[in-house]
């Protein structure tokens, strides 16, 4: 079964504009995962948060976890339109025992 | 590229077929997952090998099952096919432990018809 889900299922903006993306879940996690997918092929990993952190950046994405609510967002800054595609978040509890959401598909409008 | 590999890309199968799907892992890898992604969903986990051994389990029904080869390569094979069974099945690769990436493969589109 699923752990995580993304809100909004879908989400639209102009290019230079941030996107932010939410992911909440049910169980405790040892980490919080995201990744990316285009066009239903396979996923790349974009960051990895740990359930003792609360923020973590990587170039223009910034990701926080909130343990208390069960729920990490997903910002990218200024936009592009090569960033169009979905994203997951995925959480372990186990070794490399993944969940994923259903996923937020973002398109950018050049 | 992700050193991931998977085979084939596309296969259209009948129902009540079998099938087997392959993935080569990343070198330094010893974990291989599967997953399962209907269109529009986010990928389920099937199961994980580390070392040969089944590590892990989602909720899928025995006749899906798999193979983990002493070179960390993988198969999935899925027996009586079913309509449902058509989905992007993607292969990913690891060091084992938590908090690990995993570098995903392209996939395999599989349709049962």
């Known amino acids: 079964s699923q752990q995580g889900e993304e809100d909004p299922q879908a989400l639209s903006i102009q290019e230079g504009e941030n996107a932010t993306m939410n992911c909440s879940y049910k169980t405790s996690i040892n980490n919080l995962q995201w990744y990316r997918q285009n066009s239903g092929r396979g996923l790349v990993h974009l960051i990895l948060i740990r359930s003792n952190e609360r923020e973590k950046h990587s170039g223009r994405l910034r990701v926080t976890l909130d343990t208390s609510k069960k729920s990490s967002s997903l910002l990218i800054t200024a936009s592009r339109a090569a960033d169009t595609a979905s994203y997951f978040c995925a959480t372990e509890r186990n070794n490399n025992d993944m969940r994923f959401g259903a996923g937020t598909r973002l398109t950018v409008k050049p | 590229e992700t050193g991931v590999t998977q085979s084939p890309t596309h296969l259209i199968k009948t129902r009540g077929q079998q099938v087997t799907l392959r993935c080569s892992s990343q070198s330094g890898h010893n974990t291989v997952s599967w997953y399962q992604q209907a269109l529009g969903q986010g990928p389920q986990f099937i199961f994980q090998?580390?070392?040969?051994?089944?590590?892990g389990r989602g909720n899928f029904p025995p006749r899906f099952s798999g193979l983990q080869f002493p070179n960390y390569s993988s198969e999935l094979n899925v027996n009586a096919l079913e309509l449902d069974d058509s989905a992007l099945y993607l292969c990913a690769s690891s060091r084992t432990g938590a908090g690990t990436e995993a570098f995903f493969g392209q996939g395999t589109r599989l349709t049962v018809v």
């Open positions: 090998y580390y070392r040969e051994e089944e590590n």
